[in-house]
């Protein structure tokens, strides 16, 4: 039965999709790129399960992502499942209970899909695809900067050129408005205005407060503080708590092993990015790709979470969305992957034993290549070979006769005799 465009459209739950050969080539390239970068920098893989159960999941999730579970009841145990909706705390369950007793620090990385509860909105996934970091043990700025240095690196290596690194500092948010006289939901009213870099709405918001001047005004600074390395002292010059200038010292040591690395061109400050706020102790990023409004990536420090299985770590990581750089990379990604296959053998006489050992012989040169096992003409052979993006066909006779091999981009078509496919120097 076949369906038609919009009945296949519905055929799966909102948020979910199929990857035909081409797009499938697309993500597993850019898994392939990322991975090299990782194992570049030192990182080794593990890999995690699709389920746990839903008390040790919750441990390692803020509210939000708590939320956004899928769960259920597992008839085995008696206890409930869930699937998890993020791989970080999934790794830093990993490293607190599997891997307490190696030294430290613990450089793993990762690639796997999540399940998430989405809203009913248009366009957002329920089915995600991560890759990502993370560096456990470490507790300096250098490691941070290793962080930012790799993403740049993993995005010039996927085909990225025109892309920013947005860098914030949640340390330096939080030395702003430590012990401040605000209700929660006007801090909360506050944090948002800043998110957004409403200044109107900002400076309305604390004009209801009972907040000084001083105050209000390094609180207002905050959505301004955008740029290159000149924030930094215009931030300084904007705050008076120790916590707050603090960060911003971090900060400043962490542009200098960036400055090393030569990547600043990249890289962008933004004191203003709250994202991440409750999970997050200290630096902050997300990737921007030119045109694109969502994030490819995100991450930064956490020095709190594998402390929620029983193991005190500093960490910091980062996690690319590979929907995201799919969409982002498309078409840049059609000049480096193609779902093709070099030959297809076709057998022109009843004898196939010649036909199956010339792919025996090529496959074992590293070629890919498929058999026509149909029994039908060559011109349909030929199309089907079109029409699936082979290289070329093989057209095989007989034993010992010359084998011909068409060209599926030019048409053109060439003997080869058997001698010549012996030799170490054959090539397609």
């Not at 390239?29 to 999941?57: C, I, S």
């Not at 006289?181 to 870099?197: C, E, F, N, W």
């Given at each position: 039965?076949?369906?038609?465009?919009?009945?296949?459209?519905?055929?799966?739950?909102?948020?979910?999709?199929?990857?035909?050969?081409?797009?499938?080539?697309?993500?597993?390239?850019?898994?392939?790129?990322?991975?090299?970068?990782?194992?570049?920098?030192?990182?080794?893989?593990?890999?995690?399960?699709?389920?746990?159960?839903?008390?040790?999941?919750?441990?390692?999730?803020?509210?939000?992502?708590?939320?956004?579970?899928?769960?259920?009841?597992?008839?085995?145990?008696?206890?409930?499942?869930?699937?998890?909706?993020?791989?970080?705390?999934?790794?830093?369950?990993?490293?607190?209970?599997?891997?307490?007793?190696?030294?430290?620090?613990?450089?793993?990385?990762?690639?796997?899909?999540?399940?998430?509860?989405?809203?009913?909105?248009?366009?957002?996934?329920?089915?995600?695809?991560?890759?990502?970091?993370?560096?456990?043990?470490?507790?300096?700025?250098?490691?941070?900067?290793?962080?930012?240095?790799?993403?740049?690196?993993?995005?010039?290596?996927?085909?990225?050129?025109?892309?920013?690194?947005?860098?914030?500092?949640?340390?330096?948010?939080?030395?702003?408005?430590?012990?401040?006289?605000?209700?929660?939901?006007?801090?909360?009213?506050?944090?948002?205005?800043?998110?957004?870099?409403?200044?109107?709405?900002?400076?309305?918001?604390?004009?209801?407060?009972?907040?000084?001047?001083?105050?209000?005004?390094?609180?207002?600074?905050?959505?301004?503080?955008?740029?290159?390395?000149?924030?930094?002292?215009?931030?300084?010059?904007?705050?008076?708590?120790?916590?707050?200038?603090?960060?911003?010292?971090?900060?400043?040591?962490?542009?200098?092993?960036?400055?090393?690395?030569?990547?600043?061109?990249?890289?962008?400050?933004?004191?203003?990015?709250?994202?991440?706020?409750?999970?997050?102790?200290?630096?902050?990023?997300?990737?921007?790709?030119?045109?694109?409004?969502?994030?490819?990536?995100?991450?930064?420090?956490?020095?709190?979470?594998?402390?929620?299985?029983?193991?005190?770590?500093?960490?910091?990581?980062?996690t690319f969305s590979l929907l995201h750089l799919l969409f982002a990379l498309d078409k840049?990604?059609?000049?480096?992957?193609?779902?093709?296959?070099?030959?297809?053998?076709?057998?022109?006489?009843?004898?196939?034993?010649?036909?199956?050992?010339?792919?025996?012989?090529?496959?074992?040169?590293?070629?890919?290549?498929?058999?026509?096992?149909?029994?039908?003409?060559?011109?349909?052979?030929?199309?089907?070979?079109?029409?699936?993006?082979?290289?070329?066909?093989?057209?095989?006779?007989?034993?010992?006769?010359?084998?011909?091999?068409?060209?599926?981009?030019?048409?053109?078509?060439?003997?080869?005799?058997?001698?010549?496919?012996?030799?170490?120097?054959?090539?397609?």
């Amino acid at each position: 039965m076949r369906f038609s465009d919009s009945s296949a459209e519905t055929d799966l739950p909102k948020g979910v999709r199929d990857f035909l050969p081409l797009k499938a080539a697309k993500v597993e390239y850019l898994q392939q790129q990322l991975q090299q970068v990782y194992t570049a920098w030192g990182f080794r893989p593990v890999m995690t399960p699709q389920l746990e159960f839903l008390d040790v999941l919750e441990r390692g999730l803020g509210d939000e992502l708590r939320d956004r579970m899928f769960r259920f009841d597992d008839r085995q145990s008696g206890r409930m499942l869930a699937f998890p909706p993020d791989m970080t705390p999934q790794i830093a369950r990993i490293a607190a209970t599997r891997m307490s007793e190696l030294p430290l620090p613990l450089r793993l990385c990762y690639s796997g899909r999540v399940l998430r509860h989405t809203e009913q909105q248009a366009g957002k996934d329920r089915d995600i695809f991560q890759s990502g970091v993370e560096l456990i043990g470490l507790d300096s700025p250098e490691a941070d900067a290793e962080m930012i240095a790799m993403a740049v690196e993993a995005l010039a290596a996927v085909g990225a050129e025109e892309f920013t690194i947005d860098i914030g500092q949640v340390e330096f948010f939080r030395g702003v408005m430590d012990g401040l006289p605000l209700d929660p939901r006007l801090a909360g009213q506050v944090a948002d205005s800043i998110l957004r870099k409403d200044s109107s709405e900002l400076k309305l918001l604390l004009e209801k407060s009972e907040l000084k001047d001083s105050t209000c005004e390094e609180i207002l600074s905050l959505p301004r503080l955008y740029g290159g390395r000149e924030v930094l002292d215009r931030a300084e010059a904007s705050v008076s708590n120790e916590r707050s200038r603090k960060a911003l010292d971090s900060l400043a040591q962490v542009l200098d092993v960036l400055d090393v690395y030569g990547v600043l061109d990249h890289v962008t400050l933004d004191l203003g990015e709250l994202r991440g706020l409750n999970y997050h102790t200290g630096i902050t990023f997300q990737g921007f790709l030119s045109g694109i409004g969502q994030t490819v990536c995100s991450g930064g420090r956490y020095n709190n979470l594998t402390e929620k299985y029983d193991f005190s770590a500093p960490a910091t990581g980062f996690t690319f969305s590979l929907l995201h750089l799919l969409f982002a990379l498309d078409k840049v990604l059609d000049q480096q992957v193609a779902p093709s296959c070099d030959l297809l053998i076709f057998s022109t006489g009843e004898n196939l034993r010649t036909a199956q050992q010339l792919a025996c012989k090529l496959r074992n040169q590293g070629y890919s290549v498929a058999r026509d096992i149909i029994n039908r003409p060559q011109s349909e052979a030929l199309e089907y070979a079109r029409q699936m993006n082979y290289r070329f066909m093989a057209v095989v006779a007989g034993e010992n006769q010359d084998v011909e091999l068409i060209s599926l981009g030019d048409g053109e078509s060439r003997s080869v005799s058997w001698q010549q496919l012996d030799r170490d120097d054959f090539s397609l």
